[in-house]
């Protein structure tokens, strides 16, 4: 990808776009945003056609063209369509959202089949750590969360991660009780013990337009 798209899409950037032109890739997931919309539908059909030189084609349900940004819900409300669309990647819904204050805001939140099978995996492994100590399960759940926090805890996503942190709970919680049919481990000892071994929801990611503002010791 790197030889057949990224040093393409770069050189066409330079050379054909009309307005400012942003590229985002990982792996076969990429995002590319247009100043204006003349450029897009020039890049897509230029892409396809680098593409087909590679013998690599477009994924004909995963690939659309959509209005975004802070200025697509005046527009589209104007021309009565409803609100902007959202589109995934990287295991978030990318919205056209507002703030507090009524001003855009880009909002990001973790969809929801992904969760769905992240916690069945989950579930599935409890079920083979059924017996082990709750110490041992307790360690093994930390760095589960922790490792879900570090993807996902994006800005204007602390309720899915709060979310997933309490079906994680609820699932320990089941796995314990299965341990014996005479232990009635009640939600507040399930809470304490919870709060003893897994991470607290918090946003570990800075907000996009903060992304590039890096400071250097020299």
Not at 8 to 22: H, L, Q
Request: net charge positive; hydrophobic share 40%.
């Amino acid at each position: 990808m790197h030889y057949a798209f990224d040093l393409w899409a770069n050189r066409w950037r330079r050379r054909e776009a009309k307005g400012n032109v942003i590229i985002v890739r990982y792996a076969d997931d990429i995002v590319v945003g247009f100043e204006h919309e003349a450029d897009a539908r020039r890049f897509w059909d230029a892409m396809q056609a680098r593409l087909e030189e590679f013998a690599l084609a477009l994924h004909p349900d995963k690939t659309r063209l959509l209005e975004f940004g802070r200025n697509a819900a005046g527009r589209r409300k104007r021309y009565g369509l409803g609100r902007p669309e959202t589109f995934s990647f990287l295991g978030c819904i990318f919205i056209c959202g507002r703030s507090r204050r009524g001003a855009f805001q880009l909002q990001r939140k973790t969809r929801g089949d992904r969760m769905r099978e992240k916690l069945r995996q989950v579930k599935e492994a409890l079920r083979r750590r059924m017996h082990d100590p709750i110490p041992m399960q307790g360690q093994w759940l930390r760095q589960v969360v922790r490792g879900y926090f570090a993807h996902h805890a994006v800005p204007t996503n602390s309720r899915a991660l709060a979310a997933f942190r309490s079906h994680v709970t609820d699932l320990w919680r089941r796995t314990l009780r299965r341990r014996s049919q005479k232990d009635a481990l009640t939600w507040d000892r399930m809470a304490q013990i919870a709060n003893a071994w897994l991470p607290r929801p918090r946003i570990l990611h800075p907000w996009p337009s903060d992304r590039f503002a890096v400071k250097h010791p020299r």
